[in-house]
């Protein structure tokens, strides 16, 4: 249990899994949640203490693991999977256990939990009404990885929709900047608004995404030191949101791209009520791919196509010549 309340403590946001043997357990407030939530079985480690003093518990199979992450992801919530290190058979005293990884609503790499035709961004937020505001969106599972910044809060609101994240990363001080999302974007609620569990170092913003992008084994993605100057609150929210994904996935490598850092106006801005009404990916009373837009003119062969075909219907080129490329 001392084990256990230590890597608790160090995920305090999340859900621990704790693997014990054939089982992944959870203990106190978690246990009582999960089963509840999860219509799990809920007992006790009370190994004959007062019933006041016993240890509530309840415990998944770690082979159908994947559906209850999938179900509490659902729900809003981040997983923290600690396994065991060592192999009990041979181990001395307590097995070695740690935390491997974080599965986060934006941070998913089980592919056959995700939609293989969109995107499953994390998305991150800068900035306030004075300096502006940065927006920066990652798919973990293809690298993908893109950044704007928008002069008012309603341009920021129109982007965020548009990328349409599964989570999004504040800063931890940054109460006003969370408000502002979750009443301009309502659907986002349902959404987790994490935490930052780290404040940014003094390194300029174009000097900590360089660290990180190379942290994250791709030399080849190491972003422009020019945008520092050019879109520093785009730069900001794209170092914020890989840190974030980074520290998920501890003593592990993340891919990603190239940061493609855009103008707003290089593409046609569809608010968010345009693209409700038009039903470009969903429809209005059932938000079901089928019926919309892309599900009719979709006749790609690949889900990596399926997915560009998706990014181009939501942001629609102005420019003459890149049209007719295109």
Request: one cysteine or more; glycine letters at 6%.
């Amino acid at each position: 249990m001392r084990q256990y309340l230590d890597v608790k403590a160090r995920y305090p946001d999340a859900i621990v899994f704790f693997r014990l043997g054939d089982f992944y357990e959870m203990f106190y407030d978690d246990a009582v949640y999960v089963a509840r939530a999860l219509n799990l079985t809920l007992t006790t480690r009370d190994k004959g203490k007062e019933k006041d003093e016993a240890v509530p518990m309840c415990g998944v199979p770690h082979h159908a693991v994947r559906s209850y992450l999938a179900k509490l992801n659902e729900l809003g919530h981040r997983v923290a999977l600690c396994e065991q290190l060592e192999d009990p058979k041979v181990a001395r005293g307590i097995v070695r256990r740690d935390v491997v990884r974080v599965v986060t609503p934006g941070v998913v790499l089980d592919e056959e939990l995700l939609d293989p035709r969109a995107p499953s961004y994390v998305a991150a937020v800068a900035g306030d009404g004075r300096r502006g505001y940065g927006l920066a969106f990652l798919d973990v599972t293809t690298g993908h990885f893109r950044a704007t910044e928008a002069s008012t809060p309603e341009a920021l609101l129109d982007e965020l929709a548009r990328a349409e994240p599964r989570e999004l990363v504040v800063a931890r001080d940054d109460a006003d900047l969370a408000a502002l999302v979750r009443r301009g974007y309502p659907r986002l609620v349902q959404t987790p608004v994490a935490e930052e569990s780290q404040k940014p170092s003094g390194l300029d913003d174009a000097k900590t995404l360089d660290a990180a992008l190379d942290g994250a084994g791709s030399p080849d993605a190491a972003s422009d030191g020019e945008l520092a100057a050019r879109a520093p609150m785009a730069i900001a929210a794209a170092a914020r949101v890989l840190r974030y994904a980074r520290a998920t996935q501890p003593g592990a490598t993340l891919p990603v791209g190239r940061l493609e850092v855009f103008q707003r106006a290089d593409y046609l801005v569809i608010d968010e009520q345009a693209r409700n009404h038009l039903e470009l990916t969903e429809t209005i009373l059932e938000r079901r791919r089928q019926g919309s837009l892309l599900d009719v003119i979709d006749e790609t062969r690949s889900a990596m196509g399926g997915r560009l075909l998706r990014r181009w219907l939501l942001f629609p080129l102005v420019d003459v010549a890149r049209i007719r490329r295109r």
